[in-house]
């Protein structure tokens, strides 16, 4: 890399694949939200529904997701915004989305989620979890204050 001053030094990054969240946000003002163990952390994490975009356009990545993750089918979809989760250290975004008008479906998950909980929520507390540090992964974060923002 060329540094502002012109000089040259290493930069290091990772590769990573792009993501989704969502929001899926019932007629009650729940939401729901997955519990699983993230191997890194060594604990379980509590988080919106979502993963790698596999290739897929983001709104049919989070859809797929959803389903995967939850059960849930969403008949009403929209992108609540997109971040950039570590832009110092990859190119990798996330997309959110709020999903409505939700329906059951069935669940299947992949390897890595066997254990995977799923828990309903009203958006003020999981917002609060989210002040109180209790909710802490980045899309899920911003999934879930910009969600509330759009309900007031």
Do not use: C
Not at 110 to 139: C, F, P, Q, Y
């Amino acid at each position: 890399m060329i540094r502002p001053d012109g000089s040259s030094g290493t930069y290091e990054h990772i590769t990573v694949n792009s993501a989704v969240r969502v929001v899926a946000l019932d007629d009650h003002g729940q939401v729901v939200l997955v519990e699983d163990d993230f191997y890194l952390q060594r604990r379980r994490v509590l988080h919106l529904p979502g993963g790698g975009r596999g290739g897929q356009e983001p709104q049919k990545a989070a859809l797929r997701e959803l389903e995967e993750e939850t059960g849930l089918i969403a008949g009403s979809v929209r992108p609540l915004g997109v971040i950039d989760p570590l832009p110092a250290t990859t190119l990798a975004t996330t997309h959110l989305f709020l999903a409505t008008d939700l329906r059951s479906g069935t669940v299947h998950r992949d390897d890595t989620e066997i254990g995977m909980t799923v828990h309903w929520w009203k958006l003020s507390e999981a917002v609060d979890a989210v002040h109180a540090g209790r909710i802490t992964e980045a899309g899920s974060v911003a999934g879930l204050l910009l969600a509330a923002n759009t309900q007031d």
